[in-house]
């Protein structure tokens, strides 16, 4: 690792870095420290692990995390904690580190998710910046997750008659239509769409339709085949 300063790293150390965590597993004990004291300088949350095993056993915190990864591990290569990573669903930004990289390790490292790779000895500064970036990538992607988790909140509120009459809009059907597969009045169907609207926090049609999308819902299993060809 080779010092070429690091007062360019574009974060606010007195915020935004005491609520993130970085997690450094490497066997190189020397480089753990060099690694860790690098990102303490700037205000980071470090916790460092001699194995993979450690790393994984360990209880994350629930905050903006990422995981500087060596790619060569006694007992278990870096390329297999990135497959457990994801088959576990943690969604943490990897940023691979390695002293024998080559273009096929890169390349299987990119395509599995790794946000960087970099190549030893690296500059101070080039691992500070593939750090910001992974840290702001797993910011974007917990806020995705907790904009998903308000709208099912909201989706939970509504009443089976509201979940049907969603379906059915973001299925891209009209009032009178949604009327016809429902055996309603029109008007009872407009009722039903303006409070479903409403707790959804839909400030139009298409946004409403939007958050159905978001929420993956699916059109009713009962529509007919003349409500189904209408869509086209």
Do not use: W
């Amino acid at each position: 690792m080779s010092s070429n300063g690091h007062n360019e790293m574009d974060m606010d150390t007195d915020n935004s870095a005491s609520n993130t965590m970085v997690y450094v597993v490497d066997d190189d004990e020397s480089m753990r420290d060099a690694v860790r004291n690098l990102l303490r300088s700037v205000g980071l949350n470090v916790e460092t692990f001699g194995s993979a095993q450690e790393f994984l056993a360990f209880d994350m915190p629930d905050v903006p995390s990422c995981l500087i990864l060596d790619v060569r591990l006694k007992g278990q290569s870096g390329l297999a904690v990135q497959e457990q990573i994801s088959a576990s669903q943690l969604g943490l930004p990897i940023v691979f580190m390695t002293a024998h990289g080559d273009i096929a390790m890169t390349v299987k490292a990119k395509k599995a998710g790794a946000k960087d790779f970099l190549a030893k000895p690296f500059r101070d500064q080039d691992m500070l910046d593939a750090v910001a970036n992974a840290l702001a990538s797993d910011e974007e992607r917990r806020e995705a997750c907790r904009s998903v988790a308000d709208l099912r909140r909201c989706y939970d509120s509504l009443t089976a008659r509201e979940r049907e009459v969603m379906a059915f809009v973001a299925s891209g059907l009209m009032n009178k239509q949604i009327a016809g597969e429902m055996n309603l009045s029109e008007i009872t169907v407009k009722i039903h769409r303006g409070q479903a609207m409403r707790k959804m926090g839909a400030r139009s049609l298409a946004d409403f339709v939007l958050k159905a999308e978001a929420l993956g819902i699916k059109p009713p299993q009962g529509m007919t085949t003349q409500a189904r060809n209408s869509r086209v």
